[in-house]
């Protein structure tokens, strides 16, 4: 293997790269281009050969804030100086407890136990774990499956693949080696479409023939993220509430794409009125500046599982990092400070000017925006290797999936950045 050195050209480390690194879900024999980036600051990414690029992804939507926050750097700086890392065996801290306090402030009432996790993948499997012990102390360990809706994405863990879209691309290579759960179609789209009646006879029919072992659905609330963009009325988490009590079923929510004012409501979960049983966050929890997540749940679970001398089993190595639950304090008090709704919603109608001329195009299929997310949808997939470098020689960053090119961008970030972003994605959308 060639060694590292200093003094070597840019190409040089791109070739490094080429034989050392695995990028997510890319070939080690026919990478996708990778780019890269000496610094990054507000809304703008800089890479090493001097190029600027407008961020439209908020590094897979966890960059809130932007890129270097002076606050959040002062805040992690600060704790830096006192420890970097502590075991949560035996040990606990303030940066832990007072995030603690901050998310079951702000997450709806019942929702007040808290278990810090790696990363989004990792709170899901703790979400699932404490479903299936929460029963087991209720006497009933034969509810040990899940029930979800097509088109949901949840990690790429095991029991997170085994609740994910099961005919996607991403998972269906494992179908074999999963555990098999119980699927519902996806809830039908449109925020304002009236809530389907059969859709929802359909989940009361499977839940009514397998309550019996079935611990929990779990969903991502108004938003499928990765499994398509997909948005759906608020009023089906208010009946599956309702259908999972009268079924006694838990129901989970991964807020983990949703979270932190993606949807224009802190909680996606706000635009109901209902809350989970269990809530999955992380991504934008630490402003994207490190890795953490959170699973919350109420006191049925948590004093369920403990009552009775019973422990729940799980423990990572690096549980509530300090430096992560710093990041997570300065982000959260940042966040505090902003008018969501009204910050959200002026994004949505930036996206929607700068995104609605595509809906023209031969290409595109439609065209939706839901706070601080734009889709635009194409009527084909598109080819990464060759889109990718298309958008960095114009100067933003986009990254589109399948057949989706979309926007969710740092909350900061000025019209004059989005128009930018839209003309782009424009004129890559006409050539296709
Ligand atoms: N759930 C949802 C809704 C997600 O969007 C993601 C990540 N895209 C995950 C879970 C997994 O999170 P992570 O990548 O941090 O493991």
Redesign the pocket.
């Known amino acids: 293997m060639p060694a590292l050195d200093t003094t070597k050209k840019l190409q040089d480390y791109i070739e490094l790269d080429k034989q050392l690194l695995w990028h997510p879900y890319t070939s080690m024999s026919h990478p996708t281009p990778h780019f890269l980036v000496k610094k990054a600051q507000g809304c703008v990414i800089e890479l090493e050969d001097g190029r600027q690029l407008i961020d439209g992804m908020s590094s897979?939507?966890s960059v809130i804030h932007g890129y270097s926050h002076p606050y959040m750097n002062e805040k992690i700086q600060h704790q830096l100086s006192q420890f970097a890392h502590v075991m949560f065996g035996g040990f606990t801290h303030k940066p832990a407890i007072e995030l603690a306090q901050k998310l079951v402030a702000m997450t709806p009432a019942p929702l007040q136990r808290v278990f810090f996790s790696d990363?989004?993948?990792?709170s899901?499997e703790v979400a699932l774990k404490m479903a299936i012990q929460y029963w087991h102390s209720q006497g009933k360990p034969k509810k040990q499956f899940f029930a979800t809706p097509k088109s949901g994405?949840?990690?790429?863990?095991f029991a997170?693949m085994s609740v994910c879209d099961p005919e996607n691309g991403m998972h269906n290579l494992f179908t074999g080696a999963l555990t098999q759960q119980f699927f519902v179609p996806p809830p039908p789209t449109g925020i304002e479409q009236s809530v389907s009646q059969a859709y929802l006879q359909e989940i009361r029919e499977l839940f009514n023939e397998h309550h019996h072992t079935i611990a929990a659905f779990i969903i991502?609330p108004v938003v499928q993220?990765?499994g398509g963009m997909r948005f759906y009325n608020p009023e089906y988490l208010n009946h599956l509430r309702a259908l999972c009590d009268e079924f006694d079923i838990l129901l989970i929510f991964?807020e983990?794409?949703?979270g932190f004012g993606r949807t224009g409501k802190t909680f996606a979960t706000e635009h109901s009125q209902i809350s989970p049983d269990i809530m999955?966050v992380?991504?934008a929890l630490t402003g994207g500046y490190m890795?953490l997540?959170a699973t919350i749940t109420n006191d049925k679970v948590a004093l369920g599982i403990s009552d009775k001398g019973g422990v729940f089993m799980h423990g990572p190595t690096f549980m509530a990092n300090p430096m992560a639950c710093a990041a997570a304090n300065a982000s959260l008090e940042l966040l505090q400070g902003y008018d969501i709704e009204g910050k959200i919603g002026q994004l949505e109608g930036w996206m929607r000017t700068a995104l609605s001329p595509c809906q023209a195009l031969d290409s595109v299929k439609e065209v939706r925006c839901f706070g601080g997310i734009g889709v635009v949808e194409l009527h084909e997939p598109v080819n990464q290797h060759l889109i990718q470098p298309k958008f960095v020689e114009l100067g933003v960053w986009v990254r589109p999936f399948g057949k989706l090119i979309y926007l969710m961008p740092p909350y900061i970030i000025e019209q004059q950045q989005i128009d930018t972003l839209g003309k782009a994605i424009y004129q890559i959308a006409s050539e296709l």
């Open positions: 897979w939507w990363s989004g993948s990792v899901v994405y949840h990690g790429d863990t997170a991502e993220n990765a991964d983990i794409a949703t999955c992380g991504k890795t997540a």
